[in-house]
Each structure stands twice: as C-alpha cells, then as structure tokens.
C-alpha cells in the first residue's frame, strides 16, 4: 500500500536530547522550545511575529477574532472544512467565492461579486501551496476597508515573486499537523506583522489570560508544547532540502503521466512562484480522457494506491454549510474542480521506485479500460 502522504522525520536519535532535557526540566509547555521555534519560524518566512499554536484551525479562530472582523467572510468553498468552521466558530457569515479553474485559488472577479457592505473580510487558502493572486486580492481589501486573511495551511515554504507565503496577509496561518510538509506533529503558526495582533493571539492561544490570571476575553487553550516545538524545530532545518525533493518528485510524476496520457492536465502554479506542493493533483476531464475522476479514484484505491478526492464535497456541499449557499451557477468552477481532481500520494522522501509504481497502476487502468 502507499499511502496518500507520510511525514518526512528524522532519525529519534535527533529529537531524543532535547526530549530528555524537556522532561528533565518539567517545562512541557511555554517553554524554551516554542520560542526557539517561533523565532526561527519568523526568521525563515521573513515576518515580525510567528505564534505558535495547537492547530491551523484554532489559529484562524483567533486570527478573526483578534482583528475583530464582523459580519461576512468571502472564501472559497474549494477548501478545508476548517477554513469555514473557524468563520463559524466566529459568528460570522460565510460567503463562498467561486475559484479560478486552473489554478484553483479563489478568484478576485468572483469575490468582487460578492462583497455587500456586511463584508469584513476575505479569508483566502493557499491550495495545495500554490499562492493566491496576492496583489488583486489586497487591492479589493483596500478599496472595501476589509481584513486579508490567508489560510495558509498547505504553503509553509511556499513563495511568490521571491518572497514566502506568510508575508502578504493582515494574517496568514500555516498548519503543521503530518500531512504537511513543515509538521510538528500536531500545530499551527499564526504569520503576522501586526503586534497588537500578535499578542492578541499570544494572550488568546492562553485562555484570554496576559499571566494575570484576570483574563481579558474568552480565549482558548491553543497552546504548543515543547515536544511539538522540538519535531517543528527538526523539521523547519530540513525545509529545503524536503521542498526541493517534492518538486523534483512533482516533475517527475508529470513526466510519466504526460507520456501515458497527454490529457491529464495539472494544477497551474503562479508565474514567479514556487509551490510547496502539499498535494500534487490530477485533473481529469472526462469528455478528453474517457473516464471520469472516481473511476481512476477507485482503480488505485483497489490497488493500494491511496489516492484522495480532496477537496471533494466542496464546503457549500456539505451539511454544515449548504443553507449557506445561494446562487448555484455562483461556484461553477468549485463544482468542476471538485468533481474532477484527483490528489496521488506524495511526500517528501518518495522514492522513483513508489512514482513508477503508482503510475504504473495507472497504466493498468488505461490498458484494462483500452482507452
Ligand atoms: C486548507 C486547510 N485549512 C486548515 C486545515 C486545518 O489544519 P489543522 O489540522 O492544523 O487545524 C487544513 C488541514 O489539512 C487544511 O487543509
């Protein structure tokens, strides 16, 4: 079986010392670790401020509740649950924006379409680690007087025009659970060059409370412990080496599925940007292919080649969020994209020998169906 992705960790051996000492020390939680992680984090992504938290979902609770946003989120519903459920938590609005199909971030044209004067702000997700149009995207912020919030959970390492994800937000926040490329296990990092904000979200991730124990609103336990800082720790010193492999795998993976099929098409990655490719995604348009997207799905899984329908139901087709949704010709793209992506495993250190695999699988399809 290969699975859709594995964490990229290293040797026990790296972690155990400053295991031993943190248990040694008895200091499990807001400790030194976490400061050393948050330090290099905003080093490294070249922001004033990294909060560390317990999660990218309880970080985007507190991002909205910190800039105080009221009313109605745009955002896209080709997302994660999270990025809605913290809108919800907020007792805000979701407003869904449909996506751009090539790329499948959200689309300005469509969010303009969107915006009343209830609007506080736009929530934007970096998918798959593939940046948003940042500039179109500030300068509807500007003109509305609304906050730009990214969820950036799939993009820590990812860049535009030469600068990381984690800059262009009033807020932008990464997730680090084993799915992602930077992991700490579990955990998030809220990016900000906002100080009010960041100590908003230093004081909230603590229940409300500064240290006086007379809390200043009703926070959460978001904290991180020491041992998540430790695996984040080891994994932020191999971020470059496990984002150059990833690519190398992504072009590799295109090259031999080109060679198979012509018609498979990929998520297309911003000019002057580089994508942490958290999930490498297949399109399949079945009127070009002949087939459709769940039978290819079905095929690998059958095979052991856990492939994986994300993001499939989009947000606006789930329980929690249908009577949100209007107008159903509003998310055209959403529906598409959604209907017909496919994410194959990948993680940092696949060996050529796991790609050839999985697209040999693929081929079996293509010969048994004699497409
Ligand atoms: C786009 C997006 N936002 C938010 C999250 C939630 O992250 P976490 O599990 O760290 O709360 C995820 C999780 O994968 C995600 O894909």
Same mark, same amino acid.
Request: charged letters at 25%.
């Given at each position: ?17 400053? *295991? ?5 020390? =008895?200091?499990?939680?807001? #400790? $030194?670790? +976490?400061?050393? %992680?948050? !330090? ?109 919030? *990214? ?5 820590? =390492?990812?860049?535009?025009? #030469? $600068?990381? +994800?984690?800059? %262009?937000? !009033? ?201």
């Amino acid at each position: 079986m290969i699975p859709i992705t594995k964490p990229t960790l290293s040797k026990y051996k790296k972690y155990a010392p400053r *295991f031993k000492e943190v248990i040694e020390s =008895g200091i499990l939680t807001n #400790g $030194k670790y +976490v400061k050393l %992680f948050e !330090d290099n984090a905003s080093k490294y992504l070249g922001v004033k401020y990294c909060i560390a938290v317990s999660s990218c979902t309880s970080g985007l609770m507190l991002v909205l509740k910190g800039l105080a946003v009221r009313g109605e989120v745009v955002l896209p519903s080709f997302t994660f649950s999270a990025s809605g459920h913290a809108v919800l938590w907020n007792n805000l609005k979701p407003v869904f924006a449909d996506i751009k199909k090539d790329t499948y971030e959200i689309d300005p044209i469509s969010i303009k379409k969107m915006i009343t004067p209830k609007t506080g702000a736009i929530l934007a997700t970096q998918i798959f680690g593939n940046s948003c149009n940042v500039a179109a995207l500030r300068k509807i912020c500007n003109k509305h007087n609304l906050r730009l919030i *990214f969820d950036a959970a799939h993009a820590f =390492g990812s860049e535009l025009k #030469g $600068k990381k +994800v984690g800059v %262009f937000g !009033d807020a932008e926040v990464f997730s680090l659970s084993p799915t992602k490329v930077l992991t700490a296990a579990e955990g998030g990092l809220i990016a900000t060059n906002n100080k009010a904000l960041a100590e908003f979200c230093r004081i909230g991730r603590n229940y409300g409370d500064d240290g006086s124990y007379n809390t200043k609103f009703n926070g959460l336990n978001a904290r991180m412990s020491e041992f998540h800082a430790i695996i984040g720790l080891e994994s932020l010193k191999n971020i470059d080496k496990n984002l150059k492999d990833r690519l190398a795998a992504v072009n590799y993976f295109k090259n031999k599925l080109s060679r198979i099929d012509k018609n498979i098409e990929f998520q297309a990655i911003h000019k002057n940007s580089k994508s942490t490719f958290k999930d490498f995604s297949l399109y399949i348009n079945p009127s070009k292919t002949g087939y459709n997207r769940d039978q290819l799905h079905d095929h690998l899984i059958t095979n052991g080649i856990i492939a994986k329908k994300y993001f499939y139901p989009p947000l606006h087709l789930q329980k929690t969020y249908n009577k949100f949704y209007v107008n159903k010709k509003q998310l055209v793209n959403t529906n598409n994209v959604a209907n017909n992506v496919l994410s194959l495993p990948l993680f940092s250190h696949i060996s050529k020998k796991e790609i050839d695999l999985i697209v040999e699988t693929i081929k079996t399809f293509y010969d048994t169906k004699r497409i």
